[in-house]
């Protein structure tokens, strides 16, 4: 499967941006979606996660209440919405697809879990 990610951009502290990813190439409701951010000088960290069926979700705790992640399998999409941003949430986002797992199941927060990456869209906040 192929991801692209998209929606990044230059925001305020206390804004908001809506991240999506556009996935192709292969059946969208077989894999578990995660997104990744990486901040400069620092390790790729887990944000967010979806169940195939959409219904569970988790979070790293940074984010919990501020962002929020959805999926819609029939447009092949995974949004995080992104709320109350800090200038500490300034990072590359990346989505990325797990093809393990059955229909409920949480979305890993291990990188090496996930088989398909995106390509990453910038997020920026100031102060």
């Known amino acids: 499967v192929q991801l692209q990610a998209s929606g990044g951009g230059l925001v305020q502290a206390g804004g908001s941006l809506r991240l999506s990813c556009a996935a192709s190439?292969?059946?969208?409701?077989?894999?578990?979606m995660g997104w990744f951010r990486q901040a400069p000088g620092k390790e790729r960290e887990f944000v967010a996660g979806?169940?195939?069926?959409?219904?569970?979700?988790n979070y790293v705790d940074s984010v919990k209440g501020r962002f929020t992640i959805s999926r819609d399998n029939a447009k092949n999409t995974v949004y995080l919405q992104l709320n109350s941003l800090k200038p500490e949430d300034t990072a590359t986002y990346y989505c990325?697809?797990?093809?393990?797992?059955?229909?409920?199941?949480?979305?890993?927060?291990?990188?090496?879990?996930?088989?398909?990456w995106g390509q990453g869209t910038q997020v920026t906040v100031s102060s």
């Open positions: 990325a697809a797990d093809s393990a797992g059955n229909w409920f199941v949480v979305a890993p927060r291990r990188r090496d879990e996930y088989d398909y």
């Open positions: 190439g292969r059946t969208f409701s077989w894999y578990v």
């Open positions: 979806i169940s195939r069926n959409g219904i569970n979700t």
